[in-house]
């Protein structure tokens, strides 16, 4: 599986959007992008995945640039709730690697009042 | 709806005792497991994965085992632990047949090792 790079902290204002960026340089064509984030002492909770198409859903958005070799995830109005660490995590699919999440150190976010 | 256990949530054992921590998960049928580890600030290192009974597969080598006797249950354990085994252990789920679907993590327990 393809090796990521994200930035190890940031902070965001309480309301503003975070954007946190991910580097896979080297993903493949069969390669996934996967978000994860864990609150302190907690397990980690998806968030969202794609291939190729930026995607949606309620909890945030995720933009694939047009070379999949960068994303950014986005929490459009992030809450003191947010604060975790975030992984960006890319894994091919198949019956050899089915469900193997190879977590790296992440984004620790924090979001401030 | 589906929900994962563990237990215990907090566990301190000196070295060299062993160790049995329990994972089941409910609401799901035939689910993929796995056996994942936290050591202090770092991240999370998948140590055993389980796509059925009795089916068990190491991530890396280790002072730790896995077992799976039901569908929905899934066992770590040690003969004699050791300091570096000291960590936030979870347990997960995802759908069989489904590789691309997400994973849910169960609240973790705490292992001390003094």
């Given at each position: 599986d393809a090796k990521t790079t994200q930035p190890t902290s940031m902070d965001c204002a309480e309301g503003r959007a975070a954007n946190l960026p991910c580097n896979?340089?080297?993903?493949?064509?069969?390669e996934y992008v996967y978000w994860y984030r864990q609150i302190h002492s907690q397990g980690p909770q998806y968030i969202i995945h794609g291939l190729k198409n930026n995607e949606t859903n309620e909890m945030a958005s995720l933009i694939i640039t047009e070379d999949r070799k960068s994303s950014t995830l986005i929490l459009p109005h992030a809450t003191l709730r947010d604060t975790a660490v975030y992984y960006c995590i890319v894994r091919v699919a198949g019956s050899d690697s089915w469900g193997k999440l190879q977590f790296g150190a992440g984004t620790q976010v924090v979001v401030t009042p | 709806s589906q929900t994962i256990h563990q237990w215990p949530a907090t566990l301190v054992q000196p070295v060299g005792s062993p160790l049995s921590l329990e994972c089941t998960v409910e609401g799901t049928s035939n689910p993929n497991l796995y056996w994942y580890r936290q050591a202090a600030g770092r991240g999370l290192q998948l140590l055993f994965y389980s796509v059925g009974i009795g089916q068990i597969s190491s991530e890396v080598p280790q002072n730790l085992s896995a077992s799976r006797p039901q569908d929905r249950q899934f066992i770590l354990s040690s003969k004699k632990l050791l300091l570096s085994d000291s960590g936030f252990y979870l347990c997960a789920w995802s759908v069989l047949g489904t590789p691309l679907n997400e994973q849910f993590f169960g609240p973790g327990t705490r292992l001390t090792v003094l």
């Open positions: 896979h340089s080297t993903i493949s064509g069969n | -």
